[in-house]
């Protein structure tokens, strides 16, 4: 039975309650100033005793007076035990932090981080991370939590952990960052403002050192506001910096700059002029001279992209367009003289690239220009002689020597006629060649009258020869007939007859090999033969033709030579008939042959007359005699060196005299050993070259 | 006895003036200026044929090479006479024994026609 309360008994519950309240208090009082070393708690398991291992009393005051925060939780994250510290900083009174989870006050976004922690510290050491706290009403603030390990009652595991507010530091730290920042700023804008000082300078100085023509003009009059050395130069240096171009260069009226410069200050839109011709008083005396530019006028704006001038950037090209002019106007007069010529005439770049043609060129072949231009010409020569027309032609490309040669050029009509070409170098001041200029002249007509007279010789010189057989026969017949009569006189004046015959006999052969030379019809029947064995046979003949000289042989060790026996031995004829000749008062003639390397080299040594340096190199031209007061005792025409140079350079060989007037002559010549073998090397070179055209 | 020598030669001045040379060394000469009748040749051969390279109407080369072949005429010494440079060739391809270029010197004619004749 449940017994009502008594007055009395209500007022002994009130008092109790008082007093348990009252002590409470007392016990969280002396918790917080660490008069209490372990308290009990009444729980609905019973009451439990918490114990501060360790405590200490001064530390307790310690931690209750610091800023900074102090907690200690239990593993489950229930806070044992806050600081008024802590309360203060996360704006909660203490009475309810204690029994509260500590995870409430984390940020949400730090909690992973926390949670981290946590377990780093259950390690054993303390371990720090900033991380952000919750504080009521006015948000997260940055702190540094210090957590470590801690033994509560019973051994349970707990931890303590210690906050501090970042948010003054992060304040400072800022300001620290940020004053940095403008210092660092201030520095970088110094140096920019440095740079550009230092790019204007180089602008200015590019400006005024600049090889072209500047000015800067201001305002829709265009003052000039600068104008380099160059342009001063240009206007005679007259005072134009200041003043308007109207009254500045007043000579430029009429001729169309002012509104260029008007329109250009109008529009914005920039003016480029090409060899744009302008009169001006370039010494300022008032005469006006033509000058071409190529130049810029563009307009300039100021901070707030409005035009307030413009620029002006030329070069001056007034020699270039004067000596083009020069160019077109000579290239015009040579073109209305070339077409008016008969011959093919043509003209290519330096490089060989024929570029124009007359129109007797295609005329002539039957082509157009889309089919000659360049290296096109090919298709109109003889395969057979192109090869030697290619290797000449590039060779006068390389070299620059002019070019000459004949070969035959196909007509309209399928026909070839043969051409004489004859290329020359066009060069400038300095020497360089800027172009080839070439004619083709049709010399079928002179061909063909050549020919005729080369026929007319052949005919005439062997015609000759036959009457001159017979006379000589008779001549020698009655030397016989009077030898055995004993008529002494008789027998010496057929002698000098005879001689006279021989005479007649080699100016004929020599006519007729000077025919063939000249018409490139000299014929040669190469194989190998004994050098040193035609050299013996020759002198031998030779010597039955004198009593008086005694030729000496010296002949080195010389094999086979591949060339025209025939023509070699009418060479070394030659060379010991003139040694004979040229040396009537002395006995010896000395004849060398050596090999060197790939050639043979044969020398005819005299101890006669001898040849003046200066008419050395002469005596291998066509008619050249040695002359002097005794003339009359050395006859012919001259023909037989002639003849023997030019049939040595056929057969690929050089030849050349050494003498000394009244000391003697030797005369030289040398010839490829092996020519079949070069040839051949040669033919296959010309062939690769005509494979890669 | 004498040997018998043939000229032949188109220009009857060589004719003439060879048959002296021959003559005065002792020779017996017998003389054409028509090749035809070299070919129709019968049985009195000569001993040795002195040859025109060209005599009109016939070709030198060719009476040579007719008479090379030919069993009768084979052994008959051919030299072969021309006015042209390439005489020495031209006698070797047409198969002749040796050859003399115009003009010549009496002296060249007789050594080789000696030479031929006494071998």
Redesign the interface.
């Known amino acids: 039975m449940k017994k009502q309360k008594t007055q009395q008994e209500i007022v002994r519950e009130n008092e109790d309650l008082r007093g348990r309240l009252e002590e409470a208090e007392e016990t969280l009082r002396a918790i917080r100033h660490g008069e209490v070393d372990a308290l009990v708690v009444k729980g609905k398991e019973g009451p439990r005793i918490y114990t501060l291992k360790g405590a200490d009393h001064t530390y307790r005051v310690l931690i209750e007076s610091m800023n900074e925060g102090a907690v200690t939780f239990d593993s489950s994250g229930i806070i044992l035990y806050a600081n008024q510290g802590f309360s203060d900083m996360i704006g909660i009174p203490l009475k309810k932090v204690i029994g509260s989870m500590i995870i409430s006050y984390i940020a949400i976004e730090d909690l992973k981080v926390f949670k981290k922690l946590l377990s780093e510290s259950r390690v054993g050491s303390r371990h720090e991370k900033e991380i952000q706290i919750v504080k009521k009403g006015t948000g997260n603030f940055p702190s540094l939590l210090s957590v470590a390990p801690i033994d509560l009652e019973n051994d349970k595991p707990g931890m303590s952990m210690i906050t501090t507010d970042l948010s003054g530091q992060k304040q400072h730290e800022q300001l620290i960052a940020e004053e940095k920042l403008s210092e660092q700023r201030l520095k970088h804008e110094k140096a920019l403002r440095r740079e550009i000082e230092n790019e204007q300078n180089k602008l200015t100085e590019l400006f005024m050192q600049a090889p072209a023509l500047i000015a800067i003009l201001k305002e829709p009059q265009h003052i000039f506001e600068l104008a380099n050395p160059l342009y001063m130069q240009l206007v005679g240096m007259r005072d134009i910096v200041g003043k308007p171009i109207r009254e500045a260069l007043p000579e430029l009226k009429g001729q169309g700059i002012y509104e260029l410069l008007d329109s250009v200050y109008k529009t914005g839109k920039p003016y480029f002029g090409n060899e744009v011709l302008v009169k001006l008083d370039r010494k300022g005396d008032g005469k006006l001279e033509d000058s071409y530019f190529n130049f810029v006028y563009q307009a300039s704006r100021n901070s707030k992209n409005k035009i307030d001038g413009i620029l002006i950037y030329a070069i001056e090209v007034t020699e270039q367009v004067k000596a083009r002019q020069l160019v077109e106007e000579s290239e015009e007069k040579f073109r209305t003289l070339a077409e008016n010529i008969p011959n093919l005439v043509w003209t290519a770049n330096a490089d060989g690239w024929i570029y124009w043609y007359n129109s007797r060129w295609y005329k002539y072949t039957g082509t157009k220009p889309a089919q000659m231009e360049g290296w096109g010409w090919k298709s109109v020569h003889h395969p057979d002689a192109l090869p030697h027309v290619l290797k000449k032609w590039k060779e006068s490309i390389t070299t620059g020597e002019p070019f000459e040669m004949v070969f035959p050029i196909k007509g309209k009509d399928k026909k070839f006629r043969p051409f004489l070409t004859r290329v020359i170098p066009v060069k400038d001041k300095k020497g360089k060649i800027i172009k080839w200029f070439g004619t083709n002249t049709d010399i079928s007509k002179q061909k063909e009258l050549e020919r005729q007279k080369d026929d007319f010789l052949g005919i005439a010189s062997h015609e000759l020869k036959t009457p001159v057989t017979s006379i000589k026969a008779y001549g020698q017949v009655l030397q016989t007939i009077f030898t055995r009569k004993g008529d002494q006189k008789a027998v010496e004046q057929l002698q000098k007859m005879d001689a006279q015959i021989n005479k007649l006999t080699n100016l004929i052969g020599d006519l007729l090999d000077v025919t063939k030379i000249q018409s490139g019809r000299l014929e040669f029947h190469e194989d190998y033969f004994d050098f040193n064995g035609l050299v013996g046979e020759v002198i031998d003949d030779l010597q039955l033709t004198t009593e008086k000289h005694k030729i000496k042989q010296e002949l080195g060790k010389v094999k086979k030579v591949y060339a025209d026996r025939e023509r070699i031995g009418q060479v070394i004829t030659n060379l010991i008939s003139n040694a004979i000749k040229y040396s009537p008062h002395t006995k010896k003639i000395i004849v060398r042959t050596k090999k060197e390397k790939n050639k043979v080299t044969l020398s005819v040594e005299d101890f006669g007359v001898g040849i003046p340096k200066a008419k050395q190199d002469k005596v291998f031209k066509q008619f050249f005699r040695v002359s002097g007061p005794k003339l009359s005792t050395f006859p012919g025409l001259g023909l037989g060196l002639y003849v023997s140079s030019e049939i040595i350079k056929r057969e690929g060989g050089q030849i050349w005299v050494e003498s000394q007037v009244g000391k003697g002559s030797t005369f030289y010549f040398n010839l490829p050993i092996d020519k079949q073998k070069i040839k051949q090397q040669q033919n296959s070179l010309v062939q690769n070259e005509i494979q890669h055209e | 006895m004498s040997k018998k020598i043939l000229v032949a030669d188109d220009?009857p001045?060589?004719v003439?003036?060879?048959k002296?040379?021959l003559e005065?060394d002792g020779y017996e000469v017998s003389t054409t200026v028509d090749g035809e009748t070299i070919f129709k040749m019968e049985k009195e051969y000569p001993d040795l044929l002195l040859l025109d390279i060209w005599m009109s109407g016939q070709d030198g080369r060719e009476i040579c090479k007719y008479l090379k072949k030919k069993k009768l005429t084979q052994n008959i010494p051919i030299i072969m006479i021309s006015?042209?440079?390439?005489a020495?060739?031209i006698a070797k391809e047409a198969g002749a024994d040796d050859f003399i270029a115009?003009?010549?010197?009496?002296?060249d004619v007789l050594n080789k026609v000696r030479h031929y004749v006494n071998n």
Do not use: G, T, Y
């Open positions: 220009d001045a060589i003439d003036c060879v002296m040379m005065l006015a042209n440079k390439d020495k060739r115009k003009p010549f010197e009496m002296e």
